[in-house]
């Protein structure tokens, strides 16, 4: 299973952007994973961003509820992530994930920086 990431780049505070990840995997297969987003910034852990179930349901960080979109397309093997009125502490490197069960996959991230 391969995930590509892609969207990332530098924006000012304020700015917006949008994250898309696609899987190499058949669709079939691609539907029963739980896709998400996560980020790791320098000296940090890597903490959960967003998630969206096969079913659409979506579940969020805290910091940044009202920001940001996780949405999927089911027909392309996509996941995509709207990133509204970024904040400096948003700048991180973000991480898509494919998760199923016990079998989780990581693309190769794509960062992500906010300017003052």
């Known amino acids: 299973v391969q995930l590509q990431a892609s969207g990332g780049g530098l924006v000012q505070t304020g700015g917006s952007l949008r994250l898309s990840c696609v899987v190499s995997v058949a669709n079939s297969v691609f539907n029963q994973y739980t896709m998400g987003w996560y980020r790791q910034a320098p000296g940090k852990q890597r903490e959960l961003v967003a998630r969206?179930?096969?079913?659409?349901?979506?579940v969020y960080a805290d910091s940044v509820k009202g920001r940001f979109t996780v949405s999927r397309d089911n027909v392309k093997n996509m996941v995509y992530l709207q990133m509204n009125s970024l904040k400096p502490e948003d700048t991180a490197i973000y991480y898509c994930n494919a998760g199923f069960v016990s079998s989780t996959y990581w693309g190769q991230g794509t960062q992500v920086t906010v300017s003052s």
């Open positions: 969206v179930s096969t079913s659409g349901t979506t």
